[in-house]
Nanobody
Framework: VHLVESGGGSVQAGGSLRLSCAAS????????MGWFRQAPGKKREGVAS???????TYVDSVKGRFTISKDNAKNTLYLQMNNLKPEDTAMYYC????????????????????????WGQGTQVTVSS
Protein backbone atom coordinates (compact mmCIF):
# COMPACT_ATOMS: atom_id res chain seq x y z
CA VAL A 1 0.00 0.00 0.00
CA HIS A 2 1.51 3.30 -1.05
CA LEU A 3 -1.14 5.86 0.03
CA VAL A 4 -3.16 5.84 3.25
CA GLU A 5 -5.80 8.52 3.87
CA SER A 6 -7.23 9.57 7.21
CA GLY A 7 -9.16 12.45 8.75
CA GLY A 8 -12.59 12.03 7.23
CA GLY A 9 -15.74 12.25 9.31
CA SER A 10 -19.13 13.85 9.75
CA VAL A 11 -19.52 17.58 10.35
CA GLN A 12 -22.21 20.21 10.09
CA ALA A 13 -22.20 22.78 7.34
CA GLY A 14 -19.67 25.48 8.06
CA GLY A 15 -17.36 23.09 9.88
CA SER A 16 -13.81 22.04 9.07
CA LEU A 17 -11.86 18.84 8.53
CA ARG A 18 -8.24 18.09 7.64
CA LEU A 19 -7.51 15.07 5.52
CA SER A 20 -4.08 13.44 5.60
CA CYS A 21 -2.44 11.09 3.11
CA ALA A 22 0.65 9.20 4.22
CA ALA A 23 2.80 8.09 1.30
CA SER A 24 5.83 5.94 0.77
CA UNK A 25 8.97 7.87 -0.07
CA UNK A 26 8.89 6.68 -3.67
CA UNK A 27 5.23 7.58 -4.16
CA UNK A 28 5.66 10.96 -2.48
CA UNK A 29 8.49 11.89 -4.84
CA UNK A 30 6.30 11.79 -7.94
CA UNK A 31 5.66 14.98 -9.93
CA UNK A 32 2.12 15.63 -8.78
CA MET A 33 -0.10 14.57 -5.91
CA GLY A 34 -3.68 15.54 -5.27
CA TRP A 35 -7.14 14.90 -3.91
CA PHE A 36 -10.16 13.66 -5.78
CA ARG A 37 -13.68 12.92 -4.60
CA GLN A 38 -16.61 10.83 -5.66
CA ALA A 39 -20.19 11.21 -4.48
CA PRO A 40 -22.71 8.36 -4.82
CA GLY A 41 -23.90 8.07 -8.40
CA LYS A 42 -21.43 10.62 -9.67
CA LYS A 43 -18.11 10.46 -11.46
CA ARG A 44 -14.84 10.95 -9.63
CA GLU A 45 -13.73 14.58 -9.84
CA GLY A 46 -10.57 16.47 -9.07
CA VAL A 47 -10.49 18.70 -6.00
CA ALA A 48 -6.93 19.98 -5.62
CA SER A 49 -3.41 19.18 -6.76
CA UNK A 50 0.13 20.20 -5.90
CA UNK A 51 3.19 19.54 -8.02
CA UNK A 52 6.87 19.19 -7.23
CA UNK A 53 7.50 22.95 -7.27
CA UNK A 54 4.48 23.50 -4.97
CA UNK A 55 2.22 24.93 -7.64
CA UNK A 56 -1.36 24.31 -6.55
CA THR A 57 -4.57 23.96 -8.53
CA TYR A 58 -8.12 23.92 -7.19
CA VAL A 59 -11.47 23.18 -8.71
CA ASP A 60 -13.65 26.32 -8.69
CA SER A 61 -16.15 24.95 -6.18
CA VAL A 62 -13.53 24.72 -3.39
CA LYS A 63 -11.40 27.79 -4.07
CA GLY A 64 -11.07 29.93 -0.97
CA ARG A 65 -12.28 27.10 1.27
CA PHE A 66 -9.82 24.22 0.76
CA THR A 67 -6.03 24.29 1.00
CA ILE A 68 -3.69 21.54 -0.21
CA SER A 69 -0.24 21.26 1.33
CA LYS A 70 2.68 18.87 1.84
CA ASP A 71 4.98 18.01 4.72
CA ASN A 72 8.12 16.73 3.03
CA ALA A 73 9.65 15.54 6.30
CA LYS A 74 6.69 13.23 6.87
CA ASN A 75 5.94 12.28 3.25
CA THR A 76 2.40 13.42 3.93
CA LEU A 77 -0.15 15.29 1.84
CA TYR A 78 -2.92 17.32 3.48
CA LEU A 79 -6.23 18.85 2.52
CA GLN A 80 -7.55 21.47 4.92
CA MET A 81 -11.26 21.91 4.30
CA ASN A 82 -13.04 24.91 5.82
CA ASN A 83 -16.60 26.19 5.52
CA LEU A 84 -17.75 22.78 4.40
CA LYS A 85 -21.02 22.49 2.49
CA PRO A 86 -23.41 19.55 2.06
CA GLU A 87 -22.34 19.31 -1.57
CA ASP A 88 -18.80 18.48 -0.39
CA THR A 89 -20.11 15.14 0.87
CA ALA A 90 -18.18 12.39 -0.90
CA MET A 91 -15.49 9.77 -0.59
CA TYR A 92 -12.16 11.58 -0.84
CA TYR A 93 -9.19 9.88 -2.47
CA CYS A 94 -5.52 10.75 -2.37
CA UNK A 95 -3.64 10.23 -5.63
CA UNK A 96 0.00 10.32 -6.67
CA UNK A 97 1.89 10.37 -9.93
CA UNK A 98 -0.95 12.30 -11.53
CA UNK A 99 -0.43 13.08 -15.19
CA UNK A 100 0.74 16.66 -15.86
CA UNK A 101 -2.37 17.33 -17.96
CA UNK A 102 -4.71 16.36 -15.12
CA UNK A 103 -2.52 18.01 -12.49
CA UNK A 104 -3.00 21.46 -14.01
CA UNK A 105 -6.68 21.06 -14.93
CA UNK A 106 -8.15 18.55 -12.45
CA UNK A 107 -10.36 17.17 -15.19
CA UNK A 108 -10.04 15.04 -18.26
CA UNK A 109 -11.67 12.42 -20.43
CA UNK A 110 -11.99 8.73 -19.86
CA UNK A 111 -11.98 6.77 -16.63
CA UNK A 112 -10.63 8.84 -13.76
CA UNK A 113 -8.75 5.83 -12.45
CA UNK A 114 -6.39 6.33 -15.36
CA UNK A 115 -5.49 9.88 -14.34
CA UNK A 116 -3.00 8.81 -11.65
CA UNK A 117 -0.72 5.84 -11.10
CA UNK A 118 -1.48 5.41 -7.38
CA TRP A 119 -4.67 5.81 -5.37
CA GLY A 120 -5.52 5.52 -1.71
CA GLN A 121 -8.47 3.59 -0.37
CA GLY A 122 -10.51 6.72 0.34
CA THR A 123 -11.89 8.47 3.41
CA GLN A 124 -15.53 9.48 3.78
CA VAL A 125 -16.54 13.09 4.34
CA THR A 126 -20.17 13.78 5.24
CA VAL A 127 -21.50 17.30 5.69
CA SER A 128 -24.98 17.81 7.10
CA SER A 129 -27.07 20.93 6.71
Amino acid sequence: VHLVESGGGSVQAGGSLRLSCAASAYTYSTYCMGWFRQAPGKKREGVASINSDDTTTYVDSVKGRFTISKDNAKNTLYLQMNNLKPEDTAMYYCAADISPYICSRLRGVGDAMGWAASWGQGTQVTVSS
